[in-house]
């Protein structure tokens, strides 16, 4: 159970293009999802966090504008990251979690990741 | 200083011998703490979740926490080829009140590498 999936798990686009990732649990319904970036041999960093019908809270120095997320279903969350650049080319990761209240409920199941390789 | 540091290694061990890898934290309030294994260009997957203080047994690998000291550890007996890949230690302060949405601060991997 609490599986997570990712599409595409690769992609390469060309500088000014918008690419859009999505991330689906497959066998739980979402409360919420949240989107991270890692560097080549360093730690996840958080983006955001995406609530069901809600706009994503976003962590401070990521530009909301530049990094789009839609959360339209307990499902499916995606992140579009609009005239990308070299620079955004990363390893973008989405994790979800099931909260009832209880005690670990909150526990993050992660996605495969998706490598965007930007032009 | 981070709140959470992890010994980034590497750590090479022969097959079959017992791993211990750990983290510390500074952050009194981090109740909820998590191991996650991650193969490279994979996401990470969750290996062991324990509240509070205790230990948690798996099969092979057993987690504990010391609260007092503010100090995890993962252990792994009868280490394998296949348990090599980046451990990364993550905890959170686990509130009701937010509902779902605690984030997570990792600790920076520990990649481990067992020999055959």
């Known amino acids: 159970g609490a599986v997570v999936s990712q599409h595409p798990s690769r992609v390469i686009c060309k500088s000014g293009t918008s690419v859009k990732i999505e991330c689906r649990s497959l066998d739980f319904q979402a409360t919420t999802m949240f989107w991270y970036r890692q560097f080549p041999k360093k730690s996840l960093m958080l983006m955001a966090t995406s609530n069901e019908g809600s706009k994503a809270t976003y962590e401070q120095g990521v530009e909301k504008d530049k990094f789009l997320i839609n959360h339209a279903s307990l499902t499916l969350s995606t992140l579009t990251v609009t005239s990308a650049h070299p620079e955004d080319s990363s390893f973008y990761i989405c994790?979800?979690?099931?909260?009832?209240?209880?005690?670990?409920?909150?526990?993050?199941?992660f996605g495969p990741g998706t490598r965007l390789t930007v032009l | 200083q981070k709140e959470v540091e992890q010994d980034p290694g590497p750590l090479s061990v022969p097959e079959g011998a017992i791993v211990s890898l750990n983290c510390t934290y500074s952050n009194s309030a981090f109740q909820y703490f998590m191991w996650y294994r991650q193969y490279s260009r994979k996401g990470p997957e969750l290996l062991m979740y324990t509240y509070s203080s205790g230990n948690k047994e798996d099969g092979r690998f057993t987690a504990q926490v010391d609260k007092s000291s503010k100090y995890i550890s993962l252990f792994i007996r009868d280490s394998q080829p296949s348990d090599s890949a980046t451990y990364l230690c993550?905890?959170?302060?686990?509130?009701?009140?937010?509902?779902?949405?605690?984030?997570?601060?990792f600790g920076t991997g520990t990649r481990l590498t067992i020999i055959p």
């Open positions: 994790s979800a979690t099931y909260w009832t209240g209880g005690v670990g409920t909150d526990t993050q199941y």
């Open positions: 993550a905890m959170s302060a686990w509130r009701v009140t937010n509902f779902g949405n605690e984030k997570l601060t």
